[in-house]
């Protein structure tokens, strides 16, 4: 078994086509067609159906993917373990998270980690909490940051009580208020993430009783942001998310106070490999010693 070919399988469908696959792996396409095709007369049946659009599973296919990701997440704790009892720490940590952790933080700590262990490797997924929470439960990664409760079974290191807060545009009829009544949301136009992404904002609304006058929907933070900036309504967002980006806002506490509770979760739990568990360790250190746990 070549388990290089089950590496390009998922590489083709992370990134949708031959080619784009081909330069995530380094190679030609014709070698990623090559190990697919190879790997499909192994198997005895089709794995992908290709097009213009691009790639997707056939059904024979879609019933492989769960097995292959064990397949690839095992071979990856196997390669850890064995690197450590060799006394080299190595391997690829495949990483999940939102957008306020991995720009906030994780730059700091994939420098820190890199400067003592050069010979770990990383792939980083960006995505909602959905996503994230997805991503560990398929086996896509190895750890992703969470907001707790989470829907995973896995174990999860709460990291960080972060506040939420309310952002309004400049010079709203809120100018000159101390906080923010969240009952104000009934009636102001509300900028919300999806629902599938919106656990904050919903908790805390539900937790004050309060339904919001919904406008708009997006998936993106930041587009939530550029909205409020440009007056078309409010939203919630967290502390950390905010970092740098207050100046063309107005940034106010909830009435009633809400927080969310940021987490590690480690997918693998107890045989998560060596590096992986080592990476734990420096993004709860990191995350204590910066005070902002």
């Known amino acids: 078994m070549s388990l290089e070919k089950y590496r390009a399988l998922m590489a083709v469908l992370e990134a949708g086509s031959l080619t784009r696959a081909a330069e995530a792996l380094g190679c030609t396409q014709s070698a990623v067609s090559h190990g697919l095709d190879s790997l499909e007369k192994e198997l005895g049946f089709s ?4 097009s213009r659009a691009g790639v997707k599973l056939t059904n024979e296919g879609e019933r492989l993917l769960p097995a292959v ?7 990856e704790q196997l390669e850890q373990t064995a690197s450590s009892i060799r006394g080299l720490e190595s391997g690829t940590v495949r990483i999940g998270a939102f957008t306020s952790v991995a720009v906030h933080w994780l730059p700091a700590v994939l420098q820190q980690f890199q400067q003592d262990y050069p010979k770990v490797d990383f792939r980083l997924l960006n995505g909602d909490y959905h996503d994230v929470e997805q991503w560990l439960t398929d086996g896509s990664v190895d750890v992703g940051f969470v907001t707790l409760p989470a829907e995973v079974d896995c174990e999860c290191i709460p990291l960080m009580e972060d ?8 010079h709203s ?22 629902q599938s992404s919106d656990h904050d904002a919903r908790r805390a609304l539900e937790a004050a009783g309060v339904k919001p006058n919904v406008r708009f929907y997006t998936k993106d933070d930041y587009a939530v942001i550029a909205m409020v900036e440009q007056g078309l309504g409010i939203s919630i967002m967290p502390e950390l998310l905010l970092k740098g980006r207050r100046d063309a806002l107005q940034v106010l506490p909830l009435v009633p106070e809400a927080r ?4 590690l979760a480690i997918a693998a739990g ?6 992986t568990r080592k990476f734990a360790d420096y993004v709860v250190r990191y995350v204590t010693e910066s005070g902002r746990g």
Do not use: D, M, W
Not at 47 to 50: D, E, F, N, S
Not at 69 to 75: E, F, I, N
Not at 164 to 170: D, G, S
């Open 47 to 50: 794995i992908l159906l290709r």
């Open 270 to 275: 107890s045989s998560a490999g060596p590096a």
């Open 173 to 194: 009829r809120f100018e000159n208020y101390p906080k923010f009544p969240l009952v104000e949301c009934e009636t102001e136009p509300f900028i919300s993430l999806l």
């Open 260 to 263: 969310r509770t940021i987490g």
């Open 69 to 75: 990701r064990k397949l690839l997440s095992a071979a």
């Open 163 to 170: 506040r939420l807060l309310a952002i309004l545009p400049l």
